[in-house]
């Protein structure tokens, strides 16, 4: 049972490079998100979605893009990335229609620009 | 903005004694989650809180949650090493939105 996965696990890229992080979820959840985790500042999300077709921003949105083209799979884009961007990604879902709300996390994806 | 806000950030513990982890948050909400993360891991939920009054347990861990007064408590009794580990809150209004994390580390 996969749960939550994230691929790829580390990336290093220079200043202005694209990549894509791919998030992947077994558990038929209906939300998904994407969160970045700072030293000291807990984790903020970048962006969500609460179903198939649909994306919403987060706290922290700029210089980032999403799709969720198949509920299972939900993507993050960065289309020129920036120092600044230097974190640690974790993808999570849920499923809103228990009472719980609870989110399952993934291993996270370390992302290191130079 | 909801704002939570976690204390202590960093907590030194000497096994054996008992000690507790605050979250206090600035919305009306009723449900509450605690989280686990250890170094270089993913985040595993502790425990989930949906109601006012709300109190979970789970071997060395406890956690309630005071709705009125915007405060849940994360109770550690007799600490022991496994549990050394970063801690969050995370409130739930329309999204999550996380506290910083309290860093526990426990000494002999």
């Known amino acids: 049972n996969a749960g939550v996965t994230q691929t790829p696990k580390f990336r290093v890229l220079k200043t202005g490079q694209s990549m894509t992080l791919l998030c992947a979820q077994d558990?038929?959840?209906?939300?998904m998100y994407w969160y970045r985790q700072d030293p000291g500042m807990g984790l903020r999300l970048i962006h969500y979605?609460?179903?198939?077709?649909?994306?919403a921003k987060g706290e922290v949105p700029d210089g980032y893009n999403v799709s969720r083209l198949k509920k299972q799979n939900f993507l993050l884009g960065l289309e020129s990335a920036a120092p600044s961007q230097t974190s640690v990604y974790f993808c999570?879902?849920?499923?809103?229609?228990?009472?719980?709300?609870?989110?399952?996390f993934g291993e996270g994806s370390r992302l290191t620009v130079l | 903005e909801l704002k939570v806000e976690q204390n202590p950030l960093f907590l030194s513990m000497q096994e054996g004694k008992n000690y507790t982890i605050y979250c206090n948050y600035s919305t009306t909400s009723d449900r509450l989650y605690w989280y686990r993360q250890d170094p270089g891991k993913s985040l595993e939920s502790l425990f989930v809180l949906l109601s006012n009054g709300a109190v979970k347990q789970e071997g060395r861990l406890m956690a309630s949650l005071d709705t009125k007064a915007r405060l849940s408590t994360l109770h550690i009794t007799a600490a022991v090493h496994d549990l050394s580990a970063t801690y969050f809150c995370a409130v739930e209004e329309y999204k999550l939105s996380f506290g910083a994390g309290t860093t526990v580390t426990v000494r002999a």
């Open positions: 558990m038929n959840h209906e939300y």
């Open positions: 979605s609460v179903g198939e077709g649909t994306t």
């Open positions: 999570a879902s849920s499923e809103r229609r228990t009472n719980t709300g609870e989110l399952f």
